[in-house]
């Protein structure tokens, strides 16, 4: 397996003001993470894919200028959301796969989440 | 993307087998079947994966139909912890060039006492 961190576990926040939520790999470099979001009683949903040096690739419907993806090295991504809203309240998780290699499967190893809650 | 079937919720006794079936009757030729479990409040936690042949890791079974148009996830003596909502997910392998994991909506499993 592999060891994935967020920061912060939970964070409470009033409407208006921005949230950083961090992604660490701990034991491995991570040439692609991906952020998804979940809310109560439904399945993780897919925001982006965020590529070490490079731009992140933002699913449909995913406001690219209210969820900033910062991807600046291998072991560290950052999902900012910007203006927060109540309907932004969710738990936020991340993944990590492995550097990519020829027989590579490309597991992905998902981070314990950051439950965010916009008053 | 392969879309997948699970039955929305099992029960199993514990210390039993835990039988999870998952129809994936899309997939295609290079796409790998992965078995991931989501505890309350906590991120999914791999559990295994394979493409054409029955996997055994120190945690599950994965045996794969030989269509490949389903699979079935066996815990061989499920406990209390164990309770989760698993989920089962086609992913293209290394050279299709597919990254993305598309969860659907998962089988919550309760082990009960």
């Known amino acids: 397996g592999a060891v994935v961190s967020q920061h912060p576990s939970r964070v409470i926040c009033k409407s208006g003001t921005s949230v950083k939520i961090e992604c660490r790999s701990l034991?491995?470099?991570?040439?692609?993470m991906f952020w998804y979001r979940q809310f109560p009683k439904q399945s993780l949903m897919l925001m982006a894919t965020?590529?070490?040096?490079?731009?992140?690739?933002?699913e449909q419907g995913v406001e690219k200028d209210k969820f900033l993806i910062n991807h600046a090295s291998l072991t560290l991504s950052t999902l900012t959301v910007t203006s927060a809203h109540p309907e932004d309240s969710s738990f936020y998780i991340c993944?990590?796969?492995?550097?990519?290699?020829?027989?590579?499967?490309?597991?992905?190893?998902f981070g314990p989440g950051t439950r965010l809650t916009v008053l | 993307d392969a879309k997948t079937t699970q039955p929305p919720s099992m029960d199993c006794a514990e210390g039993r087998a835990a039988n999870l079936p998952c129809n994936h009757s899309?997939?295609?030729?290079?796409?790998?079947v992965y078995w991931y479990r989501q505890i309350h409040s906590q991120g999914p936690q791999y559990i295994i994966h394979?493409?054409?042949n029955n996997e055994t890791n120190e945690m599950a079974s994965l045996i794969i139909t030989e269509d490949r148009k389903s699979s079935t996830l066996i815990l061989p003596h499920a406990t209390l912890r164990d309770t989760a909502v698993y989920y089962c997910?086609?992913?293209?392998?290394?050279?299709?060039?597919?990254?993305?994991?598309?969860f659907g909506t998962g089988t919550r499993l309760k082990v009960l006492a």
């Open positions: 993944s990590v796969t492995r550097s990519r290699g020829p027989t590579s499967t490309d597991t992905q190893y």
């Open positions: 034991d491995f470099q991570a040439t692609t």
């Open positions: 965020s590529n070490e040096g490079s731009k992140a690739t933002y």
């Open positions: 899309t997939i295609s030729g290079n796409e790998y």
């Open positions: 394979g493409l054409k």
């Open positions: 997910i086609p992913r293209g392998g290394a050279t299709s060039g597919t990254y993305k994991y598309i």
